[in-house]
């Protein structure tokens, strides 16, 4: 195992404290791990906090900023975040209009977000909890009851947190959340696996001429393993499972997504053919994002996500936003 860090256990601590001094639109509480926007929450404003394992970067601390979360809670890596720090996060945005919190559905994270909810309802803290489960590959897994919550909840994040930007009302607020994860989906390939630095060695084992289809953020498993075929092929398998589910016609958001080992020469090449499948079955690409956004670690694959926009969807999404990991409109 190669990877650049001084020792296992001080891994999210140490990339915390360099957060900090990267981005001083930040502010990073190292010991209680939870990142927080620089100035404190903004009065009669909805808070959206979220957060997760590590290793998922820039999910989702890099999405801390205007336009998308107040706050983010990091666990250990592939681990959830415990309910004191979701907790402290609470109370850091609390602003008097309430705190809204995206789960992706994992069962640490579901479980320790709804303690965390009822802490905070019990200091008089207004929370509404909105879980993302986009993932359409497998139905169960070892880390969840019913689907995955993967790429939507960075378009979630994202509008949500534009309504909330604009005054909107807890309900409101939660309510185009929800919205959007009912109108995404989400399917991922696995070329490679993962080495968590706390193991020293990969999650599970792939053959050289083999990928993992269907797979999780942690390296949980897919539907099923398959001999290693061209990228138009391994988009087909995606958006097959993904039009099994939801239909791919009209103004769509797309992120052709890595999972941090792919490079973006292969992301784009993967994106064109997403863009060719999609018109093909009468999608037209309204809105798209291409890079790294919700990775694990240094796996090497993609996964694609697609949301039926509507024009209040898009308006939203188009709104300005600034964090560390997305920026436009400011």
Not at 10 to 32: M, Q, Y
Not at 257 to 274: A, C, D, K, R, S
Not at 296 to 308: A, I, N
Request: net charge negative; proline share 5%; glycine share 12%.
């Amino acid at each position: 195992m190669k990877k650049l860090i001084n020792a296992p256990e001080d891994v999210i601590t140490e990339a915390l404290e360099g957060v900090a001094a990267a981005h001083p639109s930040l502010s990073v509480d190292v010991e209680n791990k939870v990142i927080t926007r620089a100035g404190g929450p903004t009065p009669g404003k909805v808070g959206l906090v979220s957060g997760g394992g590590a290793g998922h970067e820039p999910l989702h601390g890099g999405f801390v900023g205007y336009g998308m979360l107040d706050a983010a809670c990091p666990g250990e890596v592939f681990t959830s975040p415990v309910p004191d720090q979701m907790l402290i996060a609470t109370k850091a945005v609390n602003a008097g209009a309430g705190v809204l919190h995206v789960v992706k559905n994992y069962t640490g994270d579901v479980l320790n977000f709804q303690m965390a909810a009822e802490l905070a309802q019990d200091e008089g803290i207004e929370v509404a909890s909105v879980v993302t489960n986009d993932d359409v590959a497998v139905q169960d897994s070892l880390y969840t009851a019913g689907r995955r919550g993967v790429g939507a909840t960075v378009f979630v994040e994202k509008i949500a947190g534009a309504l909330a930007e604009e005054g909107a009302d807890l309900s409101a607020v939660a309510a185009v959340a929800r919205e959007v994860n009912e109108r995404s989906r989400s399917f991922g390939v696995a070329l490679s696996s993962c080495i968590v630095p706390a193991a020293g060695k990969p999650t599970f084992e792939l053959g050289d001429s083999e990928v993992e289809l269907g797979i999780g953020i942690h390296g949980e498993p897919g539907r099923t393993r398959a001999d290693l075929s061209s990228a138009r092929d391994l988009a087909a398998v995606a958006l097959d499972a993904i039009r099994a589910d939801m239909p791919v016609s009209g103004d769509l958001l797309v992120m052709v997504n890595g999972m941090g080992g792919t490079p973006l020469i292969e992301l784009y090449l993967m994106f064109n053919e997403v863009n060719r499948y999609l018109e093909g079955h009468g999608g037209r690409i309204a809105r798209s994002l291409v890079g790294n956004y919700i990775t694990s670690l240094e796996m090497q694959g993609f996964s694609v996500t697609v949301c039926q926009l509507t024009d209040a969807l898009t308006r939203l999404w188009d709104a300005p936003v600034d964090t560390p990991a997305l920026r436009w409109g400011r």
